[in-house]
């Protein structure tokens, strides 16, 4: 497509429910980013897809997150039993090779009431 | 880790006005460097990548700058407009990883008319 697609733009889930989020990079993008915008805070690194890559999942803040990517296209970051501390926009990113700068999508944006 | 910090953290000035962003960050061993906006409820847009091995680099209203030595980039917005009204992130890789971007706070911009 034109640009970096998420989906939903809005969720809303009740505490200890699980979420899926997804992502829809620029066709040819190799790498996918995922990142996380708390509310009135700067973005934070979650987890980096490369190709055939291990991803890089230094940024996963625990055990309850998880982000899979099927070979070069979508990507979907799970999060399991949510916390009212997982509310934020969830952003995901997608880059050519090297250094060529990333492009964002619109965020979705996670309510857990 | 990469720390990232703008200054001012907010600004408010008239129409018309000449701006000057400012970005320093601790690890100067990048790739590159991206300026992104950010408007409210909306992803991030791209405004200029430059390059390691560049000083400058200029769109339209836009320049950014870069002191890689030093740890700083400046980004120069000529001749404010009330769009131009967002927040402004600075987002310096660290390491190899060319777009794996760490992101300060961004400096808040209101363009009154």
């Known amino acids: 497509g034109a640009g970096v697609s998420q989906s939903p733009s809005n969720k809303v889930t009740e505490k200890g429910k699980d979420v899926e989020l997804r992502c829809d990079p620029i066709s040819g993008h190799t790498a996918l980013y995922w990142y996380r915008q708390r509310l009135g805070q700067g973005l934070e690194f979650l987890i980096y897809?490369?190709?055939?890559?291990?991803?890089?999942k230094s940024g996963l803040p625990s055990d309850r997150f998880s982000a899979e990517r099927t070979g070069e296209s979508v990507s979907t970051l799970t999060i399991q039993r949510t916390q009212q501390e997982d509310s934020a926009v969830y952003l995901c990113?997608?880059?050519?090779?090297?250094?060529?700068?990333?492009?964002f999508g619109q965020g979705t944006r996670l309510t857990v009431v | 880790k990469q720390e990232v910090t703008q200054i001012p953290a907010a600004l408010s000035v008239p129409e018309g006005e000449n701006l000057v962003l400012n970005c320093s960050f601790t690890d100067s061993a990048i790739y590159n460097l991206q300026w992104f906006r950010q408007d409210p409820g909306k992803g991030l847009t791209s405004l200029l990548l430059?390059?390691?091995?560049?000083r400058e680099q200029t769109s339209g209203r836009l320049n950014a700058s870069l002191d890689k030595s030093s740890g700083r980039s400046t980004l120069y917005i000529a001749a404010s407009q009330p769009g131009d009204s967002a927040t402004y992130l600075c987002a310096p890789p660290k390491g190899c990883n060319f777009n794996k971007f760490y992101f300060g706070s961004g400096t808040k911009l209101n363009v009154k008319p």
């Open positions: 897809f490369q190709g055939n890559s291990a991803p890089d």
């Open positions: 430059i390059q390691s091995s560049q």
């Open positions: 990113a997608s880059s050519l090779v090297g250094a060529r700068g990333a492009f």
